[in-house]
């Protein structure tokens, strides 16, 4: 059995975690499937899936870590005009703390429940905010 | 409070269309010249404009019915998305001057619309600025105290030659309407230093700070003020002609406004410059 759940989100800054920890349960709560796998998986390049604990603190060194690797002023390739877009791209931040980071998760599900650990919550990491966001909860199982 | 002076509500979803027709998205992503990117909803597009602290944004239409075959964006179409938020947006009108009721279009939109201004881009257009085509243009704008916004310098937008967007294209029918306030968009770029010359000389000259085709906008932003310009030449010789813009969607508004605010400049001007400037010109001297 496999089921398919979109999520959507408006994410309201540049830079913001969004904690989507009860909608991914939820999610997977509602498949029906008692025993197996669940994918949280992204359709964007400028955001990511964060697992991790849920503390504002935490989130603050997260996004600050990530800001040293790929600071606002570094010289990007990708700061120009894209003839195809008819547009400025200047988002290479978004792509490269994208990359870091991943775009999916996975957990086991047992009982029809996610199992995961009591700190693991689970972000919409928004690197190129605002934007309007989708996220894919696939559960595979029985 | 930030006014973005120059805003093209193609993404906008309110409007949006499908098809190839006149008002279409595949037209206007063909002769507006964008792609990859689509619809907006008004929570998406609120979110964008706190974002930058945008409260007020100028939205501008084309009409490039002879050039082109249509419009980006109706005088309609911005009229209704002006009366949807009433708060967050003022409208322009824009109207060939290849067709014979162009002024009686343009009328229209001032009286009917709530126009705010009209919006010309003579080389996608397919017009001299100082074409006698469009002078009873000019002189509505007079009659009426509305601004001109001249789609000048580069624009990406296919089929509208350079050397018809050069500055010194507008320096005539700047010249001879002193009471009229014009606008070179884009600052006029490359020829910064041209529209330079034209802010000192005629005092209804205005620019703004749409050009970031290189570099990202800090890179670019910082350049236009302190390279391209001397960095005091704004502050000191022209502080109140120039208006924040974004030519939005071809650069997001709140990344530009993070660049201007890396630029070093006193609090009154960068105020003048936000918003100020704009409210001059769009009401003329109070």
């Not at chain 1, 540049?14 to 998986?41: C, K, M, N, R, W």
């Not at chain 1, 700061?79 to 999916?104: D, E, R, V």
């Not at chain 2, 001109?148 to 309407?177: C, N, Y």
């Not at chain 2, 022209?238 to 609090?267: G, I, W, Y």
Request: hydrophobic share 40%; aromatic share 10%; with cysteine.
């Amino acid at each position: 059995m496999v089921t398919l759940k979109e999520l959507s989100y408006l994410s309201t800054e540049p830079d913001q975690f969004i904690d989507i920890t009860e909608d991914v349960h939820a999610a997977v709560e509602s498949s029906g499937v008692t025993d197996g796998l669940a994918a949280v998986i992204l359709s964007h390049t400028t955001c990511g899936i964060v697992v991790n604990e849920g503390l504002p603190c935490v989130e603050k060194d997260l996004g600050a870590a990530l800001d040293r690797i790929a600071p606002l002023d570094a010289p990007y390739a990708h700061a120009h005009f894209l003839p195809s877009y008819g547009a400025t791209g200047n988002n290479s931040q978004g792509h490269i703390k994208s990359m870091i980071t991943g775009n999916s998760c996975f957990f086991p599900v047992k009982d029809g429940k996610l199992v995961c650990g009591g700190a693991q919550n689970i972000y919409l990491a928004e690197f190129d905010g605002p934007q309007r966001r989708r996220i894919y909860v696939e559960v595979l199982g029985e | 409070m930030v006014i973005d002076m120059l805003v093209h509500p193609l993404l906008y979803g309110d409007i949006y269309k499908p098809g190839d027709g006149p008002e279409g998205f595949a037209f206007w992503e063909r002769e507006y010249g964008m792609g990859h990117m689509g619809p907006m909803d008004w929570e998406e597009i609120e979110v964008e404009l706190n974002a930058g602290d945008v409260q007020l944004s100028a939205l501008m239409p084309i009409d490039a019915t002879t050039a082109s075959g249509g419009c980006f964006a109706t005088n309609e179409q911005i009229a209704q998305i002006v009366a949807a938020h009433p708060d967050r947006f003022i409208g322009f009108a824009s109207v060939d001057p290849h067709c014979p009721d162009a002024a009686e279009k343009l009328e229209r939109a001032f009286r009917d619309l709530g126009a705010r201004g009209l919006s010309l881009h003579p080389a996608k257009q397919g017009f001299a600025p100082d074409d006698p085509l469009a002078e009873p243009l000019y002189e509505l704008c007079e009659t009426y105290n509305r601004p001109v916004v001249f789609h000048a310098g580069m624009s990406w937008e296919p089929k509208a030659p350079l050397a018809q967007s050069h500055p010194l294209a507008f320096e005539r029918t700047i010249m001879d309407h002193p009471n009229v306030r014009f606008s070179l968009t884009h600052f006029g770029w490359p020829w910064v230093r041209e529209t330079v010359a034209m802010l000192l000389k005629y005092p209804n000259c205005y620019a703004d700070t749409s050009i970031t085709y290189l570099d990202s906008p800090e890179e670019m932003m910082s350049r236009l003020f302190t390279v391209d310009m001397g960095e005091h030449w704004f502050e000191r010789s022209f502080s109140h002609q120039v208006m924040f813009a974004s030519n939005t969607p071809r650069f997001r508004a709140f990344k530009l406004k993070r660049a201007l605010d890396a630029v070093p400049m006193p609090d009154d001007v960068r105020e003048l410059l936000y918003s100020g400037n704009a409210l001059r010109f769009l009401n003329g001297e109070e």
